[in-house]
């Protein structure tokens, strides 16, 4: 099931999702916001869990997590 939304955005985003559009990057304008929301939504809950991760400690087998996934770069999200 899906929601139809109204959107208002600058020019210049609306022309690169045209751009991905015209270049078969992505079918469609509400793919790219769909995919820009999923990506945004899987950052949120990393940073939440890497929150949870870097107040209660304790983990040994995961130490070093938090610091290495706040500088990791999730190229597969571009």
Request: charged content about 35%; cysteine-free.
């Amino acid at each position: 099931m899906s929601k139809q939304i109204t959107v208002r955005l600058p020019d210049e985003l609306v022309d690169f999702m045209d751009e991905l559009v015209a270049s078969d990057r992505a079918t469609s304008r509400a793919s790219v916001v769909a995919r820009a929301m999923e990506r945004e939504r899987r950052r949120e809950l990393a940073a939440r869990d890497v929150a949870i991760l870097a107040e209660r400690g304790g983990y040994p087998d995961l130490e070093g997590l938090a610091p290495a996934a706040a500088v990791t770069v999730l190229s597969d999200l571009d």
